[in-house]
T-cell receptor
Framework: EAQVTQNPRYLITVTGKKLTVTCSQNMNHEYMSWYRQDPGLGLRQIYYSMNVEVTDKGDVPEGYKVSRKEKRNFPLILESPSPNQTSLYFC?????????????FGSGTQLSVL | DQQVKQNSPSLSVQEGRISILNCDYTNSMFDYFLWYKKYPAEGPTFLISISSIKDKNEDGRFTVFLNKSAKHLSLHIVPSQPGDSAVYFCAASERSGGSNYKLTFGKGTLLTVNP
């Protein structure tokens, strides 16, 4: 089954403790992206990747890192999480990230930073 | 500055009636518009899209209308079903440099279809 898999689904952590949210897709998509969803703010892009070893900042990249060492994986790294990073996170992918392509989303990771 | 606006946070309709979800945008460089549907505890899923060179696109019960001069698009669901109850996101795409494209989402509208 074609899918985008995120782990974990739920995560509670404390300020400053490094964490990684994993994302994997099995569709051989070139484009991958991370979004966060906050009440009243909709979906905002954090980082995206057009292909292996090619990443770029989205609208809200501060406090996040990503890497794209292989095509299927695009982990989101929070080196020193803070409470304002408490949010619902979605990973998404598409064939090439072009104009009309639809995104395939993972099921989300609910992160709480205490 | 919010470039994609969904001014109605919520909408409630009766089963069998029409649901109309609205979206306004300010950036004239947007070339493509997409609607995504999101159920609780799931990721958004693609619903329907429209190119800026068209004014209507239809897929079953779902129709998207684009009024480019007014920078306005709407999603019509006819007839509405309880299973359509979800958050609907409007999104707009533009070329952001080279071969990169940027997708901007609205805040979403929660649709509730009452039996």
């Amino acid at each position: 089954e074609a899918q985008v898999t995120q782990n974990p689904r739920y995560l509670i952590t404390v300020t400053g403790k490094k964490l990684t949210v994993t994302c994997s897709q099995n569709m051989n998509h070139e484009y991958m992206s991370w979004y966060r969803q906050d009440p009243g703010l909709g979906l905002r892009q954090i980082y995206y990747s057009m292909n292996v070893e090619v990443t770029d900042k989205g609208d809200v990249p501060e406090g996040y890192k990503v890497s794209r060492k292989e095509k299927r994986n695009f982990p989101l790294i929070l080196e020193s999480p803070s409470p304002n990073q408490t949010s619902l996170y979605f990973c998404a992918s598409s064939w090439s990230g072009t104009l009309a392509e639809k995104l395939f989303f993972g099921s989300g990771t609910q992160l709480s930073v205490l | 500055d919010q470039q994609v606006k969904q001014n109605s946070p919520s909408l409630s309709v009766q089963e069998g009636r029409i649901s109309i979800l609205n979206c306004d945008y300010t950036n004239s460089m947007f070339d493509y518009f997409l609607w995504y549907k999101k159920y609780p505890a799931e990721g958004p899923t693609f619903l329907i899209s429209i190119s800026s060179i068209k004014d209507k696109n239809e897929d079953g019960r779902f129709t998207v209308f684009l009024n480019k001069s007014a920078k306005h698009l709407s999603l019509h669901i006819v007839p509405s079903q309880p299973g359509d109850s979800a958050v609907y996101f409007c999104a707009a795409s533009e070329r952001s440099g080279g071969s990169n494209y940027k997708l901007t989402f609205g805040k979403g509208t929660l649709l509730t279809v009452n039996p």
